[in-house]
Structure formats: C-alpha cells, structure tokens
C-alpha cells in the first residue's frame, strides 16, 4: 500500500502536538469543573429534521447511513455540526432526571461538510459550556458563563502562553433597545445589517439601512454610532448616552454589559472589551453576546462565542432559557501548533527508561520500572539489550530525561547533563517539572 | 417540540453515569500513560476503500457524504469500525515522523452499522494500546501489552468494583504448530472450523473437521483435543506434550505462552488463564492472543481482545508488526451501569454550595468561590438569594456535601451531618474522599 495522503479538512495531530491538544483540553476540563459543570457527551449523530432546523446551516451536514441499509432502516440521520442543537434535544429528552439551573460542559468532535479549502476544517473539537433553566434563569449567569471560558483561556495564557485573549462583548437587549428607542420595529434586520459594518464601513452600512429596511439617513447614522462604541471599561454608558435614545429595554442593556464589564475586569483584569458592534448574527440571541479574538492572531476570526438564548428548547410545557460560550478549540490551537507556537519537553509520556543488561535480566528491569510506576513515575523497559549507548539513544530520540541501569537498587542518568547517581527505585522521584511532558511557548 | 425518543444503538449518560464512565476513562489513559504510551487521535472517517478491505465487515460500515455534494466531491467517506484500521492507515501516513518501535493509545468513538437490536451499540467508546514496530517487533512486547491492559482493569477493580477479570490467552504459534507437526497443511481453516468449539461441542466440531477439510477421526480429535486445554499456571505445557505431537513452531508458541502465563501470575496474580481454545477468528493474528471475560458477567463476551500481528500495514519498503489489545468501554459499562452495579457519591463536581444572602452580597459569595478554587476545590454560588433552607435543598438535590455562609471568613455546613463550623476560604479544605465525586461498587 502507498503512502496515505492526508484528507483535506480532517486534521490529526502527531503525538508531540497531541500533547499539546491534550493540555489545553485537560486545562479546560479542570477550569469548567472548579466551576461545577458536569460533562455531557451526546451522540455523533442527530436525525437530519433537528439538524436543518437553522435553516442557513443545512448545506454544511454531513448525512450518515448504513452501506447496506434494508428496506426497515431508513432513518436519516446526520453527524452533528455543532454542540448546540444536540443539547437542545439532550435537554428535552433527559428534563425528567436533571436538575435546574443545569450546568454542562461538552468536549466532543462536530462535523461539517464544507467545501474542502485551505483552513475550512471538515471535523473539529468543540469545547461548550452552557447553563439552562426550566422557566427561568436569573441575569448574573450571563456573566458567569463568559467568566469562566475567560478564566480557562488565562489559565492557558499562563501555562503554556498561548497568546492573551480580549473577548468583545455586547448585550442584544442594549442594540435592540436602542433602535427600539428610535422607532424602529425589525430590530432584528437593522442588527444583521449592522454586523456587516465591520467589512462594509460605516457610509455603506448607512446606505443599506436606508435602501434596505427605509430607515432615514439620522437613524441610520444613529444606529452606526452605536455600533462604533467600544471601551475597555463602562466608558460606553456615556457615549450611548450622548446619542440621545432612551429606552426601558436599552437601560436593561446597559445595566447588564456594565455589570459584565465591571465583573469582568475584577476578575480576569484587561481580558473584555464592551463592544456595541458585536451583534452575533443567529437570531436565538437574546441578552449577552460574546465573541473573542487571540491578541495578535485577530485574523482567526472569533475563537469563542456564545450568549444568552431565552429558548433553547421547549417541549409545549416548559421552555429551557439558557447561556452558553463555545471555544473552537481545533480552530484556536491547529495554527498556532503549525506555526511553532508552542514547545514540548518531551515527544512522549515517559520520564526514564529502564535500561536492559541482556533479555535474562529483563524481568529485573520490570521490576524496577513497576516500583517506579507504582508512584506515579512514567517507564518504558528499553526494548532491547543493546549497548547502553543504543539504550540512551533510544530515549534521547523521544526526549526521555532519566535512563536507569541495574536493579531496584541502581544508578540513574540524567541524559541531558550526564550525571549519573545511585538511587532507589522505591524512592526516587524525578524533578516536578520532569514528571510529566511540560508544553511551553517557543522561545 | 414533543420529548425526543432514544435513537436504538447510540447509547447516551447522564451526568451520574458519565462520571462512572469518565473514571474509567481516567484510570485507563494513567495507566497507558505510566507505560509510556503515546495518545493518538485519529479521523473519525476513512475512505470506503480502506474500511472495505477486512470484507466480511463491510456491510456494517456507516457511510458519510455532504448533504449537498457537488461533482468535484464524491470522497467515498465512512465512520471507522474500529481502531486498528485507521492506525494501520496513521502509521503509514506518519512514519517518518515517528519513532519506532512506537507505542501508542487511542480512546475514541467507533461506529457500526448493525441491524438496530437490543444490546447492539451502534456508536461506542474503545480503547486500544499498540506496539507497532518497523521490521521488527520482540516478542516481549506480546507479554507486554496484555499486562498493561490487565493492570488497568486491576485498578479499576481496585478503585470503583469492577468486577474482575480473567483474561483467556493462547498463542497462533502453538496452534498452527501443532496442526503442522499433524501433518495438516490449512492450519487457518482448522483454526476457524476449532474456533467453534465452544458452541457445537467436541464431536461437532471433529465431525466438521473431517467433512469440510477431509481430516482423518484421530487427527481431528487430536485438534480438538488441543483446543479443550486450558490451565491458571504453565499445567497445558504436558497436556500438549502428551498429544504426541511436536514441531519447532509448537515448541515456539508453547514457550511464549509460558512466558506470558509466568509474568502475568507475576504482575497480576490470579487474572489470566491459558486456554487452548482461543483462535480470534480474523486471519492477521500471528502469535499471541487474548479475551478477556468480567467473572460472573461471562454472557457479555470478551470485554478486551486482542493479539500480535506480524503485518499492520506495508508501504513496499518496510513492514510494521504489531501488537495490541484493544477494551469495548461502552460495551464494559453500560450494561454495569444499567444494571446499578456503580454508585457515585454526587451528580456532579461541585463540592461546595457558596450560599447568597441578597443578590447584592452576591459579589462576596463570588469572592468566597474564587478563594476555594484557587485551591482545586470545585464550587457553584448558589444561584439564587433563596431562604437558606431552600439553598441547602438546592445542595442536597445534587449530593453536593457542602453549603459555605457568608464572607471568606465564614462559616461551612456539611449537610450531611449538620456539622457547621467557622472557615476561612483561603485555608478550608474538604477531606479527601469528598473533593471529587467518587464511584464506588454498589452496596
């Protein structure tokens, strides 16, 4: 068989850059934990009626069926492309035995069937966390949910630099108040133009509201201005002030972004921005909305979104409200692992190897590594009884720090400085940062 | 929209049973890891051609397509069906970058078109360990990779009452050996016709050996003779010896089942038996091989099989033997879990309940929460200024065993017992055994 070549839009990662993936979805883990959300896996697959239901989206499913299906098994099934639509159905079909406000965090693989295109990924890791309500949920979960996902990115900037993030936020009940306030009714249109002001310049955007939806040239331009707001602190209150629109729902707006903006900066300080241009295009949004761009890399796009949604599912006698903030965590880290952006101590898990005097004295080795292992100390037994050259190679190759010699009783080498010392097998301990492969920013 | 209704075959947990099975999960990815394997994730879809080659599995492959494929992407895509494929197709896709012999493990979803039927998963979780080589492999490794995977089960019997194992091992060498020193020439045909044995019975099965391959009565019987063998210690090395048969692939295989046997009474004492009968019907087995049944849950079939094989893959240059042992988690748990065997101390990580006292003390609650995670202990402000009657409920509905009042010099009531004393939030630390939720064998 040839060499395989790689499929466009399915990325896999070398065991070096696993160990990479695998830190960030360890430190996510941890961070959604500490905050009590339980993880949820939920299938691959959804039936295609729940998956088309966002219309725009339909394009993009990848369906699913049987090679050889029979005549019985026609169920249309697709792979799902987001970890949204399938939390929705989870909830429904599992209310009875969950508890409310029900707090979930989801690390799984989505599928999308994008046109194969430098940088569209086809598969990808999705990291959510959501928390929904049974009738109700109270505002301040509004700014929890972005809290946490800004912690675990500042946990991450922190252990192995990936570059700090600003996440740009905006309330929908503010933007829709504000046109509101001016008099117009499809606030929704005015949004999903305005979303466009980021591209298209602030005269074009103008000319749209007007030639598209008939607003005049003022509420066009007032409209604009709000968009063109931002500040790293409340400073916006006043600039929206200053544009003369009031508004019950626009007061709800504002009151919830500073409380965001101010809770925000008190605990991850520097990380958000209030941003009135940030609109979210998906017309479930109904409080908060956030989006996040990686200092320096704001060509990735938003690496993690989300926001308050008054209905994520309703089953004729309850609605579920909830709030919910995604990391495309393929997305964030497969460029900046192309990039080199990252080092790994080591290509492997393994902390020493057990070097073997001959294939009779293998069992002895054995021993020690179990010893070794018994206390949380990564071996791997030499695979052959070659020169203690070879043997040293073989962990220099993979970047294995310790290699051991003799019985439990024996000598251990620290290959990079080469020092050699006597040492115990049922107590000796590498270093703390040695134990485990380290990942770090590249010098 | 009406309650959704389970899709038959993809099983799915709720959050209790998702921490039985993320503890497995953990306890897995230590041990591998203690062994320095290496994790790989790898697509979850291969091209058809690929899936298609073992034939027989054919039929059950889900196939993958773009709801709206146009001309230029007829990719013929289907969901792997396993973990050896696609680390056959990885291994030849990143040879040169990996270092060999390469020991990898991979824990991922699998897909399997079956006829929907009770007890048939269509979606599930495997987890694989192998050592591939290129060229070569030493038979150590064959010892090597059963005994990693029996010391994970070992821990989980251990930590959370799995129920033990014994794990059912042969060796190809010795059967075909013995087949050969018989003077028969299709050892692989007398291997799948004694595979049998089993479920038809001895005379059955000397009966079929004589009508389909023309063996003469006391050839056959001597065949099934072979396959009746089975001992905890190296007992089947006479009762092969007094069958009168010898040849130098015989004596190999009995010398490493000997092997094998010894060490794994060694490491694992009481966990693995030499049982004669075992053949794994697929034809890439080459030496070692293994089933694994849960001691008293026979009727489930081996939870954990596996084998040596002299050929993954070739790419004309080189070939990559291997070995390998691979554990159905899905296939494991659920049932247990079904059937109550698990039980879990709460439903979700949280530790301690932060309660409010009015929404706008909310803040020093926050403050309370922060000083606890900072210490690895995992909280949730409670989500309402309820009375404290009803955010201790709040608590108790999830068994989360601890409620914090007021400040970060404050007080800590282990609902439980009632037991409330003062705390400081940047000292307070939950006994042990309450950190984290633990899964424990039901009483």
């Not at 249109?189 to 591209?199: A, G, M, P, T």
């Not at 409200?321 to 497969?334: C, D, E, H, Q």
């Not at 692992?337 to 080795?365: H, K, L, N, Q, Y």
Request: aromatic share 6%; hydrophobic share 40%; charged share 25%.
């Amino acid at each position: 068989m040839a060499r395989p070549k790689p499929l466009s839009g399915f990325p896999e990662f070398l065991p070096r850059e696993r160990l990479i993936e695998l830190e960030v979805l360890d430190t996510l883990r941890e961070t959604f934990e500490l905050h009590g959300f339980s993880n949820v896996e939920t299938r691959a697959v959804e039936p295609l009626s729940q998956l088309s239901r966002k219309g725009d989206i339909t394009k993009e499913v990848y369906t699913v069926s049987r090679l050889h299906a029979d005549e019985h098994d026609k169920s249309e099934l697709g792979l799902h492309f987001d970890l949204t639509v399938p939390l929705a159905r989870w909830v429904l079909e599992h209310a009875g035995h969950l508890e409310f406000p029900f707090r979930r965090y989801q690390i799984q693989k989505v599928w999308r069937g994008e046109r194969p295109q430098e940088g569209r990924y086809r598969e990808f890791t999705q990291a959510d966390i959501d928390i929904v309500g049974r009738g109700e949920l109270a505002a301040h979960h509004d700014i929890e949910a972005p809290l946490v996902m800004l912690e675990a990115l500042e946990k991450l900037h922190d252990r192995i630099g990936l570059p700090p993030v600003l996440m740009h936020v905006n309330n929908r009940k503010l933007s829709e108040g504000f046109y509101r306030g001016l008099g117009v009714e499809d606030t929704l249109s005015v949004l999903q133009i305005v979303d466009k002001y980021d591209k298209i310049g602030a005269d074009a955007t103008v000319e749209l509201l007007g030639s598209e939806l008939g607003l005049d040239t003022d509420t066009a331009r007032r409209c604009v201005a709000l968009a063109s707001i931002h500040s790293l602190d409340t400073g916006f209150v006043d600039q929206v002030r200053a544009l003369g629109v009031s508004d019950p729902l626009l007061d709800e707006g504002l009151s919830e972004l500073v409380t965001l903006i101010e809770e925000a900066n008190r605990r991850v300080p520097g990380r958000i921005i209030a941003d009135l241009s940030i609109a979210r295009g998906l017309d479930y949004y109904t409080g908060a909305v956030y989006e996040t761009q990686l200092v320096g890399h704001e060509s990735m796009g938003s690496i993690s979104s989300g926001g308050r949604y008054d209905s994520l599912a309703s089953d004729g006698k309850s609605t579920y409200p909830g709030v919910g903030i995604s990391l495309g965590v393929t997305r964030l880290i497969a460029p900046l692992i192309a990039a080199g952006e990252f080092s790994v101590t080591r290509s492997v898990p393994t902390c020493v190897v057990v070097a073997v005097d001959s294939e009779e004295t293998r069992e002895t080795a054995m021993d020690v590594a179990a010893a070794l292992r018994a206390r949380g100390v990564s071996c791997e037994v030499a695979p052959k009884a070659d020169k203690y050259g070879k043997q040293i190679r073989y962990a220099d190759r993979r970047g294995i720090p310790y290699v051991w010699f003799g019985g439990p009783i024996g000598e251990v080498k620290d290959i990079r400085s080469g020092d050699q010392q006597p040492a115990d097998a049922n107590i000796w301990m590498p270093s703390r940062d040695d134990l485990r492969p380290g990942v770090h920013a590249a010098e």
